[in-house]
């Protein structure tokens, strides 16, 4: 089965700073998904990446997907406490998967002020 | 005009209890998932449903049992609950396409399930 690795678990902070956040597969990623969940709160979408070498950018955020399509990060710009959260990548098994991501452990990320 | 909505949002209860949780979209998406985050934040499916056939059962304890009434609906019953059960339980939906056809999973706002 896929796994996914994520680093660094936890991320601290100061408003202002560009932070990167990996995740790494064992196999190649047929579809990779990155989303923001805030305590007590479902996952937000945030990009998804398909092909080798795609680069998505929202606001402040960019996602990368390397050329092998096993490996993705997700940059923030200048990050303002509203980044704070957990961060999360998926990716699909390949084919006729049906939703069936298979989540990272999540990166915690906390903004001071 | 919540995309994804499900019910309760938090949900106390005692072991060898019955609870259903309850989970609705209005975005028109065919297919319908359950996801289960435990104390350590990690998502892992459960079950999905497409057009109302249950196509993913992800070794998940014949306790809990997932009905779909019809695309938009997916609920999820677990009887004889036990303490290990307690987590997060998220509803998801999105349109199945095969391939590199993907769409993104659109999720709800959780059920915080405690069993004491």
């Known amino acids: 089965s896929q796994e996914l690795e994520q680093s660094p678990q936890s991320l601290i902070v100061q408003e202002g700073k560009n932070l990167t956040i990996n995740c790494t597969s064992s196999k190649t990623l047929y579809g990779l998904y990155w989303y923001k969940q805030k305590y007590g709160e479902g996952l937000i979408f945030l990009m998804m990446?398909?092909?080798?070498?795609e680069e998505k950018s929202h606001e402040k955020i960019t996602a990368k997907l390397d050329e092998k399509k096993q490996q993705s990060s997700l940059h923030i710009t200048a990050s303002q406490p509203s980044h704070a959260g957990i961060y999360l990548c998926?990716?699909?098994?390949?084919?006729?998967?049906?939703?069936?991501?298979?989540f990272g452990q999540g990166t915690i990320l906390t903004v001071h002020p | 005009d919540t995309a994804v909505s499900q019910t309760p949002k938090y949900l106390v209860t005692q072991m060898g209890n019955d609870k259903s949780i309850k989970c609705e979209q209005n975005l028109g998406h065919d297919t319908m998932y359950w996801y289960k985050q435990d104390s350590k934040k990690f998502l892992k499916i459960m079950f999905s449903?497409?057009?109302?056939?249950?196509?993913i059962n992800e070794t998940v304890p014949n306790r809990f049992s997932p009905k779909s009434p019809d695309k938009a609906h997916l609920n999820l019953h677990i009887n004889s609950l036990e303490l290990g059960d307690s987590a997060v339980y998220f509803c998801a939906s999105s349109f199945h396409r095969s391939g590199l056809n993907n769409s993104p999973l659109h999720f709800g706002n959780g059920t915080r399930l405690t069993v004491t």
């Open positions: 998926g990716a699909h098994a390949g084919g006729t998967s049906y939703g069936k991501l298979t």
């Open positions: 449903y497409n057009n109302k056939e249950l196509i």
């Open positions: 990446l398909q092909k080798g070498g």
